[in-house]
């Protein structure tokens, strides 16, 4: 490496996206790995699809080994200039109609108002059939 460091923009980087010019932005550092995609054990194109952003979190979930790692200087051709790499949007889950609880037992309430006379009247035919002596002959 030289004593000077090269700064890109993630525009610039964005730009050599496909096989014959492939660059990518792991920890703050651009590499030029088109002579490596032949090579990598995951294929070309697991390494295509992470140009034109931060592929730090796809870099660090495959989990590499250290060998990778040490590889990685060879490709390395300056830094990035983190201000143009757009910051990670917090995520928000989708909103959800409010769950009204004063419904629901209100919903128990009828359900039941309904379902404990039927149990009352089962119950009294259940009664009466089996009480009921049997006629002897």
């Keep these: 490496m030289d004593g000077e460091r090269k700064v890109y923009t993630l525009a610039e980087v964005s730009q050599h996206n496909h096989a014959k010019d492939c660059w990518l932005v792991i920890e703050g550092k651009v590499y030029n790995v088109t002579k490596f995609l032949e090579d990598h054990p995951g294929g070309d194109d ?19 080994s250290s060998s990778a790692r040490a590889m990685m200087d060879e490709f390395y051709v300056g830094d990035i200039d983190t201000s ?20 629901t037992s209100e919903f128990v309430v009828k359900l039941l108002l309904f379902l404990v006379p039927l149990l009352i009247l089962g119950l009294a035919f259940g009664v009466r059939f089996y009480t009921k002596a049997p006629a002897s002959s």
């Design 84 to 103: 143009t790499i757009p910051s990670k949007t917090k995520y928000t889950p989708p909103k959800q109609p409010h769950y009204d609880q004063d419904k």
């Design 46 to 64: 697991v390494l295509l699809s992470s140009t034109g952003k931060d592929a730090s979190d796809d870099f660090e979930d495959v989990g590499h």
